[in-house]
């Protein structure tokens, strides 16, 4: 099969899998609100950061293992692969049972973790933990497999495979909420380990149909690959880990200085963010595998092609349905839940670094692919720095509460995207910063703006109280964008590209 049509089901599917989970996410959300109430929910939301958190214990290896098995796949060295393979899922086994006895532990913490709650909610949030911490466990022994898949180039099976079990683990809590008076936090928890546990059933039942070489070898590794696969992991687990923090640290404020509410108001803005920035994400991901391949050849001018392509296809992609985020913001939260309207402010100061940091996203995959991240891994340890102190200082020294923390964690973030991150990325492949930031982001901001005031024309002509009415309303705004972009933005090159990704070529297998 063509690489470009490899990229092409990669990227669709993660697009379809993303549709399904934000879709089932929004829903699952608003009526998790209103069946376990603010505070139970804001817990639940918080124990949710703590289990994401801890995926840094995953040490970058999952992100290693991707780049190391398109490099040995290609070269056709099964046996190295094993090798890697084993020794990366003996680390998930035993971070899986660190990672599960932390949250354990943390678990017996939980008062002083989020203040505010009835002593009723800590008790169960405790136990809440204590399963998370088992689904998180399995989560652990199932990223091998799911590296494994990534590396193949078979994002669709782990993208279709992901989704069904968002479906099923809503599912479940829906029915067993419904059906069972007394359930609560510990209800849910349950449901999630179950789920957990199927889906690292599935993930290892697919990478082992894909690649029926896959052998573990636990008693013996070659010390050369152990110190390949670390070395290159250190800066990749950087990275994750303050990936991890930047995305968590509100939360961690939120209920440590202002409360269990505080967190449910704040994790609404967040859970949008989250969405957009997985948009980006499904595409960007399909080129670590093809930029480590093409970096190994030493074809860089494809490489560079990727990195400014990307970077302005996935601008394209996430800049106006952002800034149509923020326009919509009000009455989206209101959806949600009557009385949270006001919360559209803290996501428009959230909302404004990710607009310049997810476009980017492609720019750091091919960056990962060619093994050049440790600029970037450090730069971004900084930023966490930065977060930490002025979330301090605005939300906490100058009582600015919530909306000082998602200041303190915008500025930091939106000055290193504007300036670090893409000097760095162009230095690596001999790109103009400039000429990088022009054609990448130009026109897509410049076109941007007068499909925002359409935007904005609309809500105020007719305001819109339901979902249908706010997709409706911002899906006219973005047939008008893509309409535009198409022959505005895009060049007749990039068009016959987009074209060529989903036609039909004879002999492509």
């Known amino acids: 099969m063509r690489q470009s049509k490899r990229i092409a089901i990669n990227t669709l599917s993660g697009w379809l899998g993303q549709l399904v989970n934000a879709a089932v996410l929004i829903f699952f959300w608003k009526y998790l609100i209103n069946a376990l109430g603010v505070e139970r929910f804001g817990v639940l939301r918080y124990v949710l950061a703590i289990q994401g958190s801890l995926t840094f214990l995953d040490l970058g290896i999952s992100a290693t293992l991707n780049r190391f098995t398109s490099r040995l796949v290609a070269s056709g060295d099964v046996d190295r692969l094993n090798a890697a393979f084993s020794f990366g899922m003996l680390v998930y086994f035993a971070m899986g049972l660190v990672g599960a006895a932390v949250m354990a532990g943390m678990g017996m913490m939980l008062p002083s973790l989020v203040i505010g709650a009835k002593e009723a909610t800590y008790a169960s949030g405790m136990l809440l933990m204590f399963c998370m911490g088992g689904a998180l466990a399995f989560r652990f022994w199932g990223y091998a497999a799911r590296s494994l898949l990534f590396g193949l180039q078979r994002y669709d099976l782990v993208n279709f495979g992901q989704a069904g079990i968002m479906l099923a683990r809503a599912g479940i809590v829906v029915l067993v909420l419904e059906v069972w008076e007394d359930a609560g936090l510990v209800s849910v928890g349950l449901c999630y380990l179950g789920t957990g546990v199927l889906e690292t059933g599935l993930l290892w039942a697919f990478g082992k149909w894909q690649f029926p070489a896959l052998r573990l070898r636990v008693r013996r590794f070659e010390r050369d690959l152990v110190k390949d696969v670390l070395g290159f992991s250190a800066f990749v687990l950087i990275y994750s880990l303050m990936s991890i923090l930047i995305e968590n640290l509100p939360i961690f404020f939120a209920g440590r200085f202002f409360g269990a509410e505080a967190v449910a108001y704040i994790a609404l803005p967040l859970l949008l963010l989250a969405q957009l920035s997985k948009l980006s994400g499904a595409f960007a991901k399909t080129l670590v595998p093809v930029a480590g391949k093409f970096g190994a050849l030493g074809r860089m001018e494809v490489v560079r092609d990727m990195v400014v392509r990307g970077t302005k296809f996935c601008a394209i992609l996430c800049i106006p349905v952002g800034v149509l985020g923020i326009v919509f913001g009000e009455p989206l939260m209101e959806w949600f839940k009557e009385g949270y309207g006001w919360t559209w402010v803290l996501l428009a100061i959230l909302m404004a670094p990710y607009l310049l940091w997810i476009p980017q996203s492609p720019a750091f995959s091919v960056l990962l692919g060619t093994g050049s991240i440790r600029g970037i891994a450090l730069g971004r340890a900084v930023v966490v720095v930065a977060i930490v102190a002025l979330s301090w200082l605005f939300g906490v020294y100058f009582e600015m509460g919530l ?28 790109l103009g910063t400039l000429g990088y930031l022009w054609r990448s982001y130009a026109r897509v ?45 895009l060049g007749p090159d990039e068009r016959r590209q987009v074209r060529g990704l989903f036609e039909h070529h004879r002999g492509d297998a």
Do not use: H, N
């Not at 909306?403 to 939106?414: H, S």
């Open 445 to 489: 901001v410049l076109l941007t703006i007068p499909v925002a005031g359409l935007g904005g024309a609309l809500v105020w002509l007719a305001y819109p109280e339901s979902l249908v009415m706010i997709l409706l309303e911002g899906g006219v705004c973005m047939a008008v964008f893509g309409a535009v972009a198409w022959v505005w933005v």
């Open 403 to 430: 909306y000082g923390v998602a200041l303190g964690t915008a500025a930091p973030t939106a000055l290193f995207a504007a300036t670090f991150r893409p000097v760095y990325t162009c230095r690596q492949f001999g």
